[in-house]
């Protein structure tokens, strides 16, 4: 079998494991129902089969804006009831696996993260593949600000206390903003 790519349809499916005699692969988004080939990229076919789509299963998030520490829970919410083991992803870096047991919900605790946004935050559920993606935010969080006062001259030096600032200064921008009431 050599390094050969393997191929679903026309197009490249990710190699999750490979033996002397068996391979496991993920099958590619956007392969629709129907004759498939599953070849090599080296044009060896192995064989056509009849390839059968499940219904997508979408998910919904009680919340989409998390701190950068975490320590939040939210709740995913499945479009129908669920009896699979899935594993939650953000940024295709998992964060668990959980077994569901004819339920359409999971009670999940958000785990910290660099702050970023427009994340993809999905779901992977076994025998059936990936829920729709939810862009979701990590926020930076401010605990305290000191001093609390200064001259409206400017000037004056202040610490930012928090977290997920991150280490590099050209990567976080602050601006202080006088709200007038």
Do not use: C
Request: proline share 2%; aromatic share 8%.
């Amino acid at each position: 079998m050599g390094d050969n790519i393997v191929t679903f349809g026309n197009n490249e499916a990710k190699t999750i494991s490979r033996q002397r005699d068996e391979m496991v692969v993920e099958t590619p988004a956007g392969v629709a129902a129907g004759t498939v080939q599953v070849g090599f990229t080296n044009g060896v076919q192995f064989t056509t089969f009849e390839y059968t789509t499940n219904n997508d299963i979408s998910i919904s998030l009680s919340k989409t804006d998390f701190s950068v520490k975490g320590e939040e829970s939210i709740i995913i919410s499945f479009d129908q009831i669920l009896t699979n083991t899935v594993e939650v992803l953000i940024e295709g870096e998992s964060f668990g696996t959980f077994d569901l047991v004819n339920i359409n919900t999971l009670d999940f605790s958000v785990p910290p993260h660099a702050a970023g946004k427009g994340m993809k935050f999905k779901v992977h559920v076994s025998n059936h593949g990936f829920t729709n993606s939810v862009n979701v935010r990590y926020r930076l969080t401010v605990s305290n600000v000191s001093p609390d006062r200064s001259s409206t001259a400017g000037g004056a030096l202040i610490t930012i206390s928090g977290r997920g600032f991150g280490k590099v200064i050209e990567d976080v921008e602050v601006r202080v903003i006088h709200e007038i009431q």
